[in-house]
């Protein structure tokens, strides 16, 4: 499976990007799909997910804030940001995993899964 991400770029504090995903090769179907992000010198962490039944999840910092949307028919999935803050600042990754069931909750750990995108940059200006 590849992913391929896109929409990442340069923001003001207190703007909006999407970010984009889209799954191809030999994707799938009842993976989970999410987004994580690594700052420099951080862990990657997760940011949003969302399961084939479309159950969504999200950190904290980011609800209401961020809004994860997906197209099964298309293996795509986007994450609408707004109100982004300098903190949001990182390189956006795109994931998808099979975690049992279309209807399991996704791991909150990167580590659980294992097909990822190149990444994408946000950058938020204070």
């Known amino acids: 499976v590849q992913l391929a991400e896109s929409g990442g770029g340069l923001v003001q504090a207190g703007g909006s990007l999407r970010l984009s995903c889209t799954a191809s090769?030999?994707?799938?179907?009842?993976?989970?799909m999410g987004w994580f992000r690594q700052a420099p010198g951080k862990e990657r962490e997760f940011v949003a997910a969302?399961?084939?039944?479309?159950?969504?999840y999200y950190r904290d910092s980011v609800k209401g804030r961020f809004t994860i949307s997906r197209d099964n028919a298309k293996n795509t999935v986007d994450l609408q940001m707004n109100n982004l803050q300098p903190e949001d600042a990182a390189v956006y990754y795109c994931t998808e995993e099979w975690f049992g069931s279309m209807r399991a909750t996704p791991s909150r750990n990167s580590a659980a899964w294992r097909n990822w995108g190149q990444g994408t940059q946000v950058t938020v200006a204070s």
């Open positions: 090769g030999r994707t799938n179907s009842g993976n989970a």
């Open positions: 969302m399961n084939w039944a479309h159950t969504t």
